[in-house]
């Protein structure tokens, strides 16, 4: 079993930055990819980005690489969503979800665990 836990969400002004951290719990499994997804007001949720958990290989959404990144400490059994220039259209709740998988995924299907969710709140 997974379990997944985030936190760092809150409110920031445009230009700014958050991190975002989810404490994951993965068992005795290996083959995990940790993703990053987003869903604002109104719309579906979408794909950040992820990052396998074995060997850290790293995959992104066109719109949001080189802004935002992901990294995990495996020390500590977590994973960090970076969030940098943020926008008011960054506003969302942000979830961290794991896939079963060797290779980087942006499907949303591919991922059978969620954290709770995190909001994050980008003011003009």
């Known amino acids: 079993q997974v379990q997944l836990v985030e936190s760092g969400g809150g409110l920031v002004q445009a230009g700014g930055s958050l991190r975002l951290s989810c404490a994951v719990s993965?068992?005795?499994?290996?083959?995990?990819?940790m993703g990053w997804f987003r869903q604002a007001p109104g719309k579906e949720r979408e794909f950040v980005g992820c990052?396998?958990?074995?060997?850290?290989?790293?995959d992104y959404a066109d719109s949001m690489r080189g802004r935002f990144t992901v990294s995990r400490d495996l020390a500590k059994n977590t994973v960090y969503l970076q969030l940098n220039s943020l926008a008011p259209e960054d506003t969302g709740v942000y979830y961290c979800?794991?896939?079963?998988?060797?290779?980087?995924?942006?499907?949303?299907?591919?991922?059978?665990?969620w954290g709770q969710g995190t909001q994050v709140t980008v003011s003009s």
């Open positions: 979800g794991a896939a079963r998988t060797w290779l980087p995924t942006r499907v949303h299907s591919r991922y059978s665990y």
């Open positions: 993965t068992g005795t499994f290996s083959d995990i990819v």
């Open positions: 990052i396998t958990w074995s060997g850290g290989n790293t």
